[in-house]
């Protein structure tokens, strides 16, 4: 475990494609996707907080810190990894790592690779790979930068990979067979083909 990386689950989302409500409280074979997303991050990184916006009453059952967006009308994930900065900035902590609550699959080995990868880069910034394609949610960040996150958003900058890339970014990449590490459910189909997988892999010798 990394003793100076803070993690934070980013459950900000309105999950319009689902029929709205908190996709990770979702379940996948009697499990929500927040419970399997928090296991694979427990013995990587602590502390451990969520992103969410709204009463956080509904996710006091998991006693983790719910941080709000630090900016009204749901601006989307740059919202949530900047609250997750300030938090572990907050912490006394230079590193953050983000990931989204809908990804039920997320590696072992992730805030170590992403790790290796920004120190191998030399760059403040490290970023999931997959199958060809980056998952900008998924990564780590300096949290000496949040201040310029921060101004960025108040300019109006809300895609991720574009201002990553005005600091420097490093590319971790996983293998995607026989299952994708970065799968996330977005829709109920999506939802059940998760369960899919997890019992098929769970099978498999």
């Known amino acids: 475990m990394r003793a100076d990386t803070a993690a934070v689950v980013l459950a900000g989302g309105l999950a319009r494609r689902m ?16 419970d399997r997303v928090l296991e694979r991050l427990r013995p990587q990184a ?4 969520i992103n969410a916006n709204g009463d956080p009453a509904r996710f006091a059952a998991w006693g983790l810190p719910v941080l709000p967006d630090p900016m009204e009308g749901f601006p989307g ?16 902590l230079d590193w953050v790592v983000t990931m989204p609550g809908d990804t039920p699959f997320l590696p072992v080995d992730l805030v170590a ?4 990868a920004r120190e191998a880069a030399a760059t403040p910034l490290a970023c999931a790979a997959s199958a060809g394609h980056t998952h900008p949610p998924c990564g780590l960040w300096n949290t000496a930068l949040r201040e310029a996150l921060r101004s960025a958003m108040a300019g109006g900058e809300r895609k991720i990979d574009r201002w990553t890339a005005l600091h420097g970014v490093a590319h971790a990449e996983w293998q995607a067979a026989p299952l994708d590490p970065f799968f996330n459910a977005n ?5 059940a083909e998760a369960e899919m997988l997890l019992h098929k892999t769970s099978a498999s010798p």
């Open 19 to 34: 029929g709205g409500g908190d996709k990770p409280l979702r379940e996948i074979a009697g499990r929500t996707m927040l």
């Open 46 to 49: 602590a502390p451990l907080a």
């Open 77 to 92: 994930p740059l919202a949530g990894i900047l609250a997750a900065m300030d938090w572990a900035a907050g912490q006394g």
């Open 113 to 116: 690779r992403l790790h290796a």
């Open 187 to 191: 829709t109920l189909e999506e939802l």
